[in-house]
């Protein structure tokens, strides 16, 4: 049997809120073995789009297939093979964080105790606390712990470092690539340039419900875009130049430069860039 080329194949979908947008006429792929970024800011169509993915949400134009299988008529098989993180994850405050890491092996039918202790202690999750005692980013670990614990074929997450340390940031990627390394694919939301900058291989960016463009990182990235600081005429300057430079330097005839540096923008000011230009 021929292996899947894609892990996600969506074409032309569009969710509408009554009035209000969704997403419109979206179509990208993601290859299998990828780690695909879907960048976009707060309220631009990521959660929209991956949870008309889940069937959580039901999409009205359009079509999608997650490891080959319609995302309407498959639900329940699709996920089986994959590992969702929701931006904000909800447990019965109640329990205990291994009950909920076991209750959710099990609701999967499947012994999980030995990755889930691995997890655990990579991310440094107490496991006797309550959930109601934990704050943000702790939940957020546990959130984690559930969704990889089952070693799934495609990790789906959305905005999952948001309320995570530093530290528990460069593990949580440091654990992703290390499934990646086994085959797993990842298709990760975030409003964040500079980690899909640094870990992921392709990347869409989306605004307003609009897929604006798929590329690689690397393309994405790329720009002659320059930030330019000087001192001009005895005032301070700072700003993102993407003309000629030769041009530029030509309109400094007759004022005084006391100072200039040249250099390369910041990746969020690359990132507004294609923004801009839309």
Known sequence: ???????????????????HRGVSDLSLNVEQGDIFGFLGPNG???????????????????SARILGMDVKSRQKDILREIGYMPSEA????????????????????????????MLCEHLAVDQN??????????????SIVCAMQHKPRLFIFDEPTSGLDPLMQAEFFRLILEYNKQGATCFLSSHVLSEIKKYCKHAAIIKEGKLLCVD???????????????IKDGVEEDFVYKGNLNELFAGFAGHDIEDIVIEEPELDEIFMHYYEED
Request: glycine residues 6%.
């Open 44 to 62: 631009a169509g990521k959660s929209t789009t991956i949870r008309s993915l889940l069937g959580l949400i039901k999409f009205q134009e359009g």
């Open 216 to 230: 690689t990182v690397e393309n994405l990235t790329r720009t002659n875009a320059k930030r330019i600081r000087m």
């Open 90 to 117: 909800m447990f019965y405050p109640s329990m205990k964080v291994k009950d909920v890491i076991r209750l959710a092996a099990d609701m999967r039918g499947m012994d999980c105790s030995k990755e889930a202790e």
């Open 1 to 19: 049997m021929k292996e899947q080329k894609y892990a996600i194949e969506i074409q032309n979908m569009t969710k509408r809120y009554g009035r």
């Open 129 to 142: 606390k309550k959930i109601e005692e934990l704050s943000l980013g702790n939940r957020k670990k546990v």
